[in-house]
């Protein structure tokens, strides 16, 4: 298969039961939320398997559109020996990927995880309640660098600006 996509519109579109698999080995299958719904989004079946490249889109489709949480609730995560999963679109505290903490596969399938964008050293699971883990990231070194420089520019024009208030000599 090259790149088959599951596209999620509305809540609980697929049966909770179910066995969802994204098998491919040239373009990646996907498993995508859409964009342009603004509302949340919340999809939950009892396993998802990736053989090969698989990916999940939590909305990354239209950069310009701000669109409600994403929550993802698999029982078990299982990707395939040799297999990656990745993650575009996704941001913490919007979006969620929850499995069950009692999933067997799930210890393997995060060193075979990849968020877009994201230190793929560093998935790792965060608490969300009794029986979900959260798969969050912590974003890239040079994200990080960024997000500082972009801090300190307003506090230097600012500064500036005070400094010039204070240098003019009143009338």
């Known amino acids: 298969?090259?790149?088959?996509?599951?596209?999620i519109d509305k809540n609980d579109q697929i049966a909770d039961h179910a066995r969802v698999s994204l098998i491919s080995y040239e373009k990646a299958s996907k498993l995508n939320?859409?964009?342009?719904?603004?509302e949340q989004l919340q999809e939950t079946f009892r396993e998802l398997f990736v053989e090969g490249k698989g990916a999940i889109d939590f909305g990354s489709g239209d950069r310009h559109s701000e669109h409600?949480?994403?929550?993802?609730?698999i029982d078990d995560l299982i990707i395939g020996d040799g297999s990656t999963l990745r993650i575009?679109?996704?941001r913490d505290k919007r979006d969620y990927i929850l499995v069950r903490k009692n999933s067997v596969h799930l210890e393997d399938a995060l060193k075979k995880i990849e968020f877009k964008g994201y230190d793929r050293n560093?998935?790792?699971?965060?608490?969300?309640?009794?029986a979900y883990w959260v798969i969050s990231a912590?974003?890239?070194?040079?994200t990080y660098g960024s997000l500082l420089v972009a801090s300190t520019v307003p506090l230097s024009l600012l500064r500036r600006r005070i400094k010039a208030c204070l240098g003019r000599s009143p009338s």
């Open 122 to 130: 560093n998935i790792h699971l965060e608490n969300y309640n009794n």
């Open 1 to 7: 298969m090259k790149g088959a996509a599951v596209y």
């Open 138 to 142: 912590t974003p890239e070194s040079a």
């Open 33 to 38: 939320f859409s964009a342009h719904i603004k």
């Open 68 to 73: 409600g949480r994403r929550l993802l609730y």
């Open 88 to 90: 575009h679109g996704w």
